[in-house]
């Protein structure tokens, strides 16, 4: 990746970070006056067969995985999604405890509550407490479900897109013609700020906080201090680097009982390239294990933290008439199947788990972990984690 995109890269994550911290809602969530006594992380990661991951052949593409972190995690081999193999689907499967099937695009919110909204209405919990940071934009309705349900956007989470600032900004640049910007450092700041002020905030494809609907013009004084200071900054040089970069923040400044990662440069897949694939699977492996090593440091999460870790979906099979790793719609084991790792304090002991069990089986698993219920969820709760 060339210097020019290196920096644009590097400032807007401090911008965004910047810009979304300076909005914290004051103080920390307490109960009884007590601080809550689990941390829930849950990474996600675009579709992955077991052939580039947990075969043996696939061991050197995720050596954290595979080396750091399975001798000390309770790991599923075998995860089923019975649902639509697509990322809304998939993702708001796993994260009502039901089978979805709406629209592939989040045009349509899910049809049952959302892990987020049961946490948050039944517990009072406040919306500073719980974040999603993705890098694929296909989470867009993924703030809450259908109103009807007594639930709905009101009780969903922080939902941050940080790459889609970055392709909003270099669109507009583009179109007004002011492509020569990008060849000069110094002058990102202002392609940043020129997309975050615009009217058409929501546009952007993330939501920060309840009600926004422009930027609070406040924040921007914090953000041209913080491109001030970018050259002495970390080098973030893919989507799900600035999604990493802007999770870590958010675990620092805002230390969210629950955080749901998810990355997406796997799927570089549809594009055709292997190299890509194989790439992005080595970047969710590293990320991944950077992420654990926070948890570890972090005073707010070490000793009371869960961290969970599985693809939404495989992928084809080799030889399908879908082009095999390109698409992930097969109704086959190499794209139904996939696996669940999970480290932390649910961890009773290390263990494989080799009987079969489903996607939406981890909600009420987490619901259980955090002290809610999921009356509407079909999953089961998994007997091996610890409540």
């Known amino acids: ?62 050596p954290h995985l595979a080396k750091d972190l399975l001798p000390q995690g309770l790991f599923y081999s075998q995860v089923r999604n019975e649902g639509v193999t697509a990322h809304f689907n998939a993702t708001s499967s796993i994260f009502t405890g039901n089978w979805q099937r709406v629209d592939d695009w989040g045009k349509l919110p899910p049809t049952t509550p959302t892990f987020f909204e049961y946490f948050r209405k039944q517990l009072g919990v406040p919306q500073s407490e719980v974040w999603v940071v993705a890098s694929n934009k296909a989470l867009t309705s993924m703030i809450g479900s259908s109103e009807l349900s007594n639930y709905g956007p009101r009780f969903g989470p922080n939902v941050v897109f940080p790459k889609q600032l970055l392709i909003t900004a270099v669109e507009m640049a583009l179109r007004e013609g002011r492509n020569r910007t990008f060849a000069d450092p110094t002058k990102v700041q202002a392609e940043l700020e020129a997309t975050l002020e615009g009217s058409n905030y929501e546009g952007l494809g993330w939501t920060v906080f309840d009600g926004v609907q422009t930027l609070d013009p406040s924040v921007l004084p914090a953000m041209r201090a913080a491109v001030a200071n970018f050259v002495q900054s970390g080098v973030p040089t893919t989507g799900d680097e600035l999604t990493f970069f802007i999770s870590r923040e958010i675990m620092r400044k805002f230390a969210p009982s629950l955080l749901v990662v998810i990355f997406s440069d796997v799927e570089a897949a549809h594009f055709g390239s292997y190299s890509m694939h194989l790439a992005g699977i080595h970047m969710a492996d590293r990320l991944c294990y950077e992420l654990w090593q926070e948890i570890g440091t972090n005073a707010e999460y070490r000793g009371r933290t869960t961290l969970v870790i599985l693809p939404e979906f495989g992928r084809d099979p080799d030889g399908s008439s879908t082009n095999g790793f390109f698409n992930h719609r097969a109704n086959d084991p190499s794209t139904r199947t996939t696996w669940m790792m999970c480290l932390g304090t649910a961890v009773e002991r290390p263990q494989t788990v080799e009987r079969p069990i489903h996607h939406i089986d981890l909600c009420p698993t987490l619901a ?7 009356p509407d969820a079909l999953g089961a709760r998994l007997p091996e984690f610890r409540a």
Request: glycine residues 14%.
């Open 1 to 62: 990746m060339d210097q020019t995109k290196r920096a644009f890269l590097r400032a807007a994550g401090l911008l965004l970070a910047e810009g979304v911290f300076q909005k914290r809602l004051g103080g920390k969530w307490v109960v009884g006056n007590k601080a809550p006594a689990q941390k829930v992380v849950l990474v996600i990661f675009g579709g992955v067969r077991h052939a580039e991951t947990f075969s043996p052949q696939g061991l050197v593409n995720i």
């Open 368 to 374: 259980s972990l955090m002290g809610c219920q999921m």
